[in-house]
């Protein structure tokens, strides 16, 4: 496959674009940062997952029966990858069944079946990318 700048695969920089696309037009969250406890191991698109352990510069590992979510710093609570969270974790406090025990509000709650076309939005823009990587 043809590389980019930096051995990215110039798709894959377009998909990057339209991912952060996606996110830029969910609704806005003034977030308190007090839901860490809600954070646990969620399933995300491989293009999430590859920009995580980039932003990482690791594999995160879930021990069995780790019910918390490994991206968050334990001494603080934090999410080391907040800027490139998945969308399911974006996601929480803009759905209604997702709402913050905290009492964050977002400035339009989103339908579930918006939330549903976003999460399948997030998967088709990281398919286009891992599909011809697999085709290549």
Known sequence: LPKGR???MPDRMTAEARMDALYAGL???ACQ???QDSCGPIVMTELEWD???SRLGYVPRVKPG?????MLHRASGDC???PVRPMLCRLWGLVKKMACPWG??????LTDEEAVVYLAEAGGVSDTVYRQVRNG
Not at 104 to 109: L, N
């Open 66 to 70: 780790q019910l918390t979510c490994p």
């Open 104 to 109: 964050c509000v977002p400035e339009r709650w």
């Open 6 to 8: 930096c051995g990215r």
């Open 33 to 35: 940062q007090k839901c």
């Open 51 to 53: 920009r995580i352990k």
């Open 80 to 82: 080391r990858v907040y």
């Open 27 to 29: 609704p806005k969250l």
